[in-house]
């Protein structure tokens, strides 16, 4: 019997409605993360960032920075980085931007816009990151393009995201979390049960880590690979520009 729950955004407009979702629950998205993930999140994003491996006094793009964990990880690691988040949701940076004065120990510019299209030169920066939002965009394809474009040469990509465990007993126990627990503690801890019943439900349709890795590479970054983290429910996806 699955687990999965079968919520889809409303019509055709799935960025609407994830831009919607997210700016619902942008007031307790730091809280619930914390929450629903027993403070775990934050060593997943220092592994992510050890993969990054930026070089010192680089710049380096967060897409769908969201509230600014990734960037302000990246700064703890590195005073010495230019950081810049992009996210089309406002209330989500409205919330970075808010952190910023006592996280930041660095630069942080926080930007509202597309990462399908993002508003930046070839070549502009020397590392990409991205937190828990791959599996939320329109077109994975199209934003691994554009985040390849904006890389100078050498410049690596790393993704963290949920996904999918290889272990059937390992991903029967997660998904027994991800679908039934999460919707209930989100909407308790987030306030919208909506938002943390669609937020599972969209790694249903999400490539594995073996598929996306592949994508990786259509999109031409080399030396592309992952790492499994909690049995492989976590997956932390890299690539380079060459």
């Not at 934003?143 to 890389?151: I, N, P, T």
């Amino acid at each position: 019997m699955s687990t999965t729950p079968t919520l889809r955004p409303p019509g055709n407009d799935k960025g609407a409605f994830v831009r919607e979702m997210f700016a619902d629950i942008a007031p307790r998205y730091d809280a619930a993360n914390r929450v629903l993930t027993a403070g775990l999140d934050e060593r997943w994003r220092k592994r992510a960032i050890a993969l990054l491996a930026p070089p010192h006094g680089g710049r380096i793009l967060d897409l769908c920075c969201g509230t600014g964990d990734v960037v302000f990880h990246l700064l703890r690691t590195d005073p010495s980085l230019e950081l810049t988040g992009i996210d089309f949701c406002e209330p989500m940076l409205a919330g970075a931007r808010a952190r910023a004065p006592r996280e930041a120990r660095g630069r942080a510019t926080f930007l509202e816009g597309d990462v399908m299209a993002l508003p930046f030169e070839d070549a502009s920066f020397d590392g990409a990151t991205m937190g828990f939002s791959l599996r939320n965009v329109v077109d994975i394809d199209q934003v691994l393009r554009e985040v390849r474009r904006v890389l100078r040469p050498g410049a690596r990509f790393v993704n963290l995201d949920v996904s999918k465990a290889p272990n059937p007993l390992f991903k029967r126990a997660f998904d027994l979390y991800f679908y039934g627990l999460v919707p209930l503690i989100g909407g308790i801890v987030g306030g919208s049960k909506r938002a943390y019943t669609y937020l599972p439900n969209s790694l249903t349709h999400h490539p594995n880590a073996d598929a996306l890795r592949e994508r990786f590479e259509r999109a031409g970054f080399a030396q592309s690979g992952y790492v499994r983290l909690m049995g492989g429910s976590i997956a932390i996806h890299y690539g380079t520009n060459p």
